[in-house]
């Protein structure tokens, strides 16, 4: 037997969706065509990949570890299908831009209509944009890491600034800005307080305490949530502690929806780099959108 492309692009859908019927919607076939293309992949690995049950598909371990193999490959030539598949009317550039989606919803989305190009948007933890980026399946990437890949270019384009930033309704009678000789009062006050974070930005409350304090925090937050919009948005109805880019939040600080409270005694700041490949059909288009983008963060 021999594997099919199509047995990998459903299981997949099947993986992202959780289930057969969304996989079957995602990929436009029936439901039972998605049921025989997954039956033949475990069939030809020789071993389940889900846990059937009754309202959802649960990846197994063999499952999730397919997963983490395949999908950049399969991202990839899923890529270079939709670049040179043949399409109707005038030829337009396709583009893939990978960063986080929270500077997309910030910086980005708002200028889509009156793009002159195709764009494909990818989203991803920053090793795994380096990583999309190498496998040549995004032509950008907006990065706080680079790699050391031959053929790819990083340019410094802004710097993000991560400051504390309040809830609406936390009580501040209690805080004082803390100064080097005297850290302790703040630290614990802090320590009490209700704090938010993101799964994928777990290390960014642990750095803020240990440049501002010397130590770990000794705390998990309270809240996990999906993204830093969440946060914001949270915070704006109610009590807690975050520390989040200065760029984000901006509009909710000004609207006085949150308050900075602190930068810290030496501020921390990530470089955000433009990733490319040194040589590229997309340039124009690679170079309009890095226009854009560093006019947002002026």
């Given at each position: 037997m021999q594997a099919n492309l199509e047995w990998f692009r459903t299981f997949?859908?099947?993986?992202?969706?959780?289930?057969?019927?969304?996989?079957a919607k995602q990929l436009y076939v029936s439901q039972p065509g998605v049921g025989l293309h997954l039956n033949a992949l475990e069939s030809y690995t020789g071993f389940p990949l889900f846990e059937r049950t009754a309202r959802k598909m649960i990846p197994t371990e063999k499952g999730k570890l397919l997963y983490q193999q395949m999908l950049n490959s399969l991202m990839c030539l899923e890529d270079i299908e939709m670049r040179f598949q043949r399409k109707s009317?005038?030829?337009?550039a396709t583009v893939s831009v990978g960063m986080c989606v929270e500077t997309f919803q910030q910086a980005l989305e708002r200028h889509i209509p009156a793009l002159g190009f195709n764009l494909i948007m990818q989203f991803g933890s920053h090793d795994q944009l380096n990583l999309s980026l190498e496998n040549g399946a995004v032509d950008l990437i907006l990065t706080t890491c680079t790699s050391s890949s031959n053929g790819l270019i990083y340019d410094p384009f802004t710097?993000?600034?991560?400051?504390l930033v309040a809830g609406l309704h936390t009580d501040l009678s209690g805080f004082q800005v803390p100064d080097q000789s005297d850290k302790t009062a703040a630290r614990d006050w802090m320590k009490t307080q209700l704090w938010y974070n993101t799964a994928a930005d777990m290390g960014v409350l642990n750095s803020f305490w240990e440049v501002n304090f010397g130590e770990r925090p000794g705390f998990l937050p309270n809240y996990i949530v999906p993204n830093k919009f969440s946060i914001i948005r949270c915070l704006s109805q109610g009590n807690g502690l975050a520390v989040l880019p200065e760029f984000l939040c901006r509009q909710a600080i000004e609207g006085g929806q949150v308050t900075k409270i602190w930068e810290g005694f030496k501020p921390l700041e990530n470089t955000l780099y433009f990733g490319k490949r040194k040589q590229s059909l997309y340039?124009?288009?690679i170079g309009y959108i890095e226009t854009l983008l560093q006019n947002e963060f002026k």
């Open positions: 997949k859908a099947v993986y992202d969706t959780g289930t057969m019927s969304g996989a009317g005038t030829e337009r710097v993000e600034r991560l400051v340039m124009q288009e």
